[in-house]
């Protein structure tokens, strides 16, 4: 018997886990002292009226002989799947909804699409990066390359045609850093992807923070995409189901490789490995896409985006060089003083209380960079700044 040793490959400890565990030890050497959390993507507004309505009632339903459910239907519901089209046809996508597949999130999917893809295929991933998408693929044992994001391209990586790869992640808005591809930019990615019969893995989490109507918020909003990307979405952020999970992933019909159609490997896979999404949070999901589920998860939107135009100010103010926050709740910004990410990690916890997520934790490119969430309650938001501004001119 052996284990999967590419797990010996990994990091010792998961970002996250590595940050609670920093400021657990931070709360017990301080008993009593606060601290606010900027650092997790985790929302704090809570459900939205009509959602919480669509679930009730589901429940309802579920306590009924007449109306009880049982296993749902395979890829989601088709009531679902046919609001998600409806929500595409929106941006001027058109969808079936057999190209629609529901699931708990999209980082359980970004990892589990692997599923159909050989080990021997080259992932090209930009840097920084959510680590879910490295991390899953040295699990596999696959061949990482990367593509580098610095200050000079704003984080924004473009395509070498000289580099050849098989798998290719894109994010955006970008997570960590805030960062949103225009139309002419994922142009160029999706036409790389062409030429070398490769297939983007595009994470489209934090689309619904898109302000500027220019910017696409669909990758299937650029011409030939549907031949070479899949797209993945999560109601974690958009509608506030960190804790309540559910997502979906798109793969066109059109998407082939060696002449077999990556939906029908994907319905496979699912079918085997996952048993849906439960009846009651689907309904809630469907009521997010309703004139009025989006109405109401639009004003928790704003909300956030006005935090994240507060923390974006305040670092304009202190000098403080970033990116991020007009088009997405992440703010990407340089640790002053020539410090390493950690090190400005335990600055802002010791001096001010503050938790944020040291870019180091991104990859090779986040080192001397942070990032800030704007996912946090108002007033912590406005005391964190405050105390930033308060202090700024002596330490900052």
């Keep these: 018997m052996n284990i999967n040793y590419n797990y010996n490959n990994l990091k010792e400890s998961y970002l996250f886990s590595l940050i609670d565990k920093k400021l657990n030890e931070y709360k017990a050497q301080n008993p009593g002292k606060d601290a606010i959390r900027l650092g997790i993507g985790d929302v704090t507004l809570p459900l939205a009226p009509v959602i919480v309505e669509a679930m009730q009632r589901a429940v309802l339903e579920m306590g009924e002989r007449s109306t009880f459910r049982g296993y749902g239907e395979e890829q989601g519901y088709a009531f679902l799947r046919q609001a998600v089209c409806a929500y595409y046809a929106k941006k001027g996508v058109a969808l079936s909804d057999s190209e629609v597949f529901i699931s708990d999130g999209a980082k359980s999917d970004l990892g589990n699409i692997l599923d159909i893809f050989s080990i021997n295929n080259t992932v090209l991933i930009p840097d920084p990066v959510y680590p879910v998408y490295v991390d899953t693929n040295i699990m596999a044992g696959r061949k990482i390359i990367y593509v580098n994001g610095n200050e000079e391209n704003s984080f924004l990586p473009l395509p070498d045609k000289n580099v050849k790869a098989d798998i290719i992640y894109l994010c955006s808005p970008n997570n960590p850093t805030g960062a949103v591809y225009n ?120 909300y956030y985006m006005q935090n994240a135009k507060l923390i974006a100010n305040t670092l304009k103010k202190l000098g403080i060089w970033s990116i991020g926050g007009e ?56 005391r964190a700044m405050g105390k930033l501004t308060r202090h700024g001119d002596q330490t900052m």
Excluded at 354 to 365: E, L, Q, R
């Design 327 to 382: 088009n997405s709740p992440y703010i990407w910004l340089k640790c002053t003083d020539g410090m390493s990410s950690w090190d400005f990690f335990d600055y802002l916890l010791t001096q001010f209380g503050i938790v944020g997520t040291p870019g180091a934790g991104f990859g090779a490119n986040g080192e001397g960079f942070f990032r800030l969430t704007a996912f946090g309650d108002r007033g912590n938001i406005l």
């Design 183 to 302: 139309k002419k930019q994922l142009e160029s990615w999706v036409s790389y992807a062409l030429e070398q019969d490769a297939v983007i893995l595009f994470d489209s989490a934090y689309e619904i923070f898109i302000q500027d109507q220019s910017l696409p918020t669909s990758v299937y909003q650029i011409e030939g995409a549907r031949k070479c990307a899949i797209e993945f979405c999560s109601l974690s952020k958009t509608a506030g189901f960190t804790g309540t999970r559910c997502g979906y992933t798109v793969i066109p019909h059109e998407l082939n490789r060696d002449q077999v159609s990556l939906n029908k490997l994907w319905l496979r896979r699912q079918t085997t490995k996952f048993n849906g999404v439960p009846y009651i949070v689907q309904r809630g999901a469907e009521a997010v896409f309703s004139d009025e589920g989006l109405n109401q998860i639009k004003a928790n939107i704003a």
